[in-house]
């Protein structure tokens, strides 16, 4: 949680200030820039074309938080892409070592309790060396680094994002480009 809210903050070009006495508590106190206008709001068919007619596929969803990967399902809810969403990284592992999908692409988080998301895309990554892969995570620190995601070909998109920065994604990478 912290450090998707740093994340947010520092994207923002804000700065977060803690401080913490015994006995009293912590405080956290984020200073956030001023915005002199408003962003205008842009609805997500007028940015992102889905073409049902090409823009379809089998995709690995590989996230431990079930929330967050109940609203990335909703996300995908008006397209074409088969979305595979098991509940742990360890069932998303039995399932690529079946080998009955095809993946067209995995969209993973990066750090999870059990599995991290570099090493679910080295066991897909084997048995289909074609698959794309879309790392998400919060972190913003050397984490992302230390597990070598973006030098394994790998796209990234940083927590938090709304459906259509995800969709934006997904349409890039699965039109190759």
């Given at each position: 949680?912290?450090?998707?809210?740093?994340?947010?903050?520092?994207?923002?070009?804000?700065?977060?200030?803690?401080?913490?006495?015994?006995?009293?508590?912590?405080?956290?106190?984020i200073?956030?820039?001023?915005?002199?206008?408003?962003?205008a709001?842009?609805?997500v068919?007028?940015?992102?074309?889905?073409?049902?007619?090409?823009?379809?596929?089998n995709?690995?969803?590989?996230?431990?938080?079930?929330?967050?990967?109940?609203?990335?399902?909703?996300?995908?809810?008006?397209?074409?892409?088969?979305?595979?969403?098991?509940?742990?990284?360890?069932?998303a592992?039995a399932?690529?070592?079946?080998?009955?999908?095809?993946?067209?692409?995995?969209?993973?988080?990066?750090i999870?309790?059990?599995?991290?998301?570099?090493?679910?895309?080295?066991k897909?990554?084997?048995?289909?060396?074609n698959?794309?892969?879309l790392?998400?995570s919060g972190?913003?620190?050397?984490?992302l680094t230390?597990?070598?995601?973006?030098?394994n070909?790998?796209?990234?998109?940083?927590?938090?994002?709304?459906?259509?920065?995800?969709?934006?994604?997904?349409?890039?990478?699965?039109?190759?480009?």
């Amino acid at each position: 949680g912290l450090s998707t809210v740093f994340g947010i903050v520092k994207q923002s070009g804000g700065f977060i200030n803690v401080t913490s006495e015994v006995d009293v508590g912590t405080t956290f106190s984020i200073l956030m820039p001023l915005v002199a206008t408003p962003i205008a709001e842009k609805k997500v068919e007028d940015v992102v074309k889905i073409d049902k007619t090409t823009d379809k596929g089998n995709i690995l969803l590989v996230e431990d938080e079930e929330s967050l990967r109940q609203v990335m399902l909703e996300m995908f809810a008006d397209t074409n892409y088969k979305i595979f969403a098991p509940d742990t990284p360890k069932e998303a592992v039995a399932l690529i070592e079946k080998n009955e999908i095809k993946f067209d692409l995995m969209i993973s988080d990066v750090i999870m309790p059990t599995i991290s998301g570099p090493e679910v895309a080295k066991k897909l990554l084997a048995i289909n060396p074609n698959v794309k892969v879309l790392f998400i995570s919060g972190y913003l620190d050397d984490s992302l680094t230390k597990h070598d995601i973006m030098r394994n070909r790998a796209s990234f998109l940083p927590k938090p994002f709304t459906s259509l920065h995800l969709l934006e994604k997904v349409t890039t990478i699965m039109k190759g480009h």
